[in-house]
């Protein structure tokens, strides 16, 4: 083969390899997460456990407020200390 042959075969490879990862992008781009594993960014983000995340720290704070809010819920006005 000569050197035009490879040439040929080589922008064949890549136009192919180019149309294979924008076909795959799109359609990575296109399916919808499945229940439960959506994303929610921002304060309001409870799934997260990455803790380099920025807003990690204000959503543990978020669910241990929650969580004390259910355990005053729980008690019941006689057991209160006021």
Not at 12 to 28: E, G, H, R, T
Not at 55 to 80: G, L, N
Request: proline content about 5%.
């Amino acid at each position: 083969m000569n050197q035009t042959g490879y040439i040929i075969l080589t922008i064949a490879l890549v136009v192919v390899l180019l149309v294979i990862f924008v076909v795959s992008f799109v359609a990575y781009v296109k399916t919808p997460a499945p229940k439960g594993c959506e994303k929610t960014y921002g304060p309001n983000c409870e799934n997260c456990d990455q803790a380099s995340c920025q807003f990690y720290h204000y959503a543990e704070m978020r669910m241990q407020k929650k969580k004390e809010e259910e355990v005053s819920k729980e008690e019941t006005p006689s057991d209160r200390k006021e």
